[in-house]
């Protein structure tokens, strides 16, 4: 949601992102699929941040898209999902109150966190059942004392995490 109260809402099959009014009705859409800057290959997530920007999860891609409010692309970043900070497939994003970015990485198993100019910050996590380990993790929510809240897919459950990676707890079993 939007500081105007509009949700946008990532379409997967059709690699776009729609937009609704605070009453749910349609406003408009942007991407295609494709490989090229605003278009999508599976977009996964998206977070808009204190400005009104739209950023995008385009998870086969490998890559985090920007957009204005319009829906007209501004930039990306992690684009190749193999150097530290570039996501193999990233499944979610959100923002903290400082306007850092995580994501979601699932084809590595770690959180990625951002800079709000697309700097790669730090990662954390490893493949694992263990506190503090991942195996898949798609979602991704910060609460508002910008603890990380991951679902940690594989492991069947949620796992918190300080602004600074550290494990704090989880919940949920391995199953």
Known sequence: VDPEGNSYVVDLEMNRVQKFDINGIYISEFGEEGSGDGQFDQPRGVAINDSGDVFVADYGNHRIQKFDAD???ITQWATDGI???QPGYPG???FDSNGNLYVADVGNSVIQKYSSSGVFVTSWGTYGSGDGELRSPSGIAVDSSNNILVA???N????KFDASGNYLSQWGIEG
């Open 92 to 94: 979610d994003i959100d």
């Open 156 to 159: 069947n459950r949620i796992q």
């Open 152 to 154: 940690d897919t594989i």
């Open 83 to 85: 150097e530290q900070g």
């Open 71 to 73: 829906g007209n692309f």
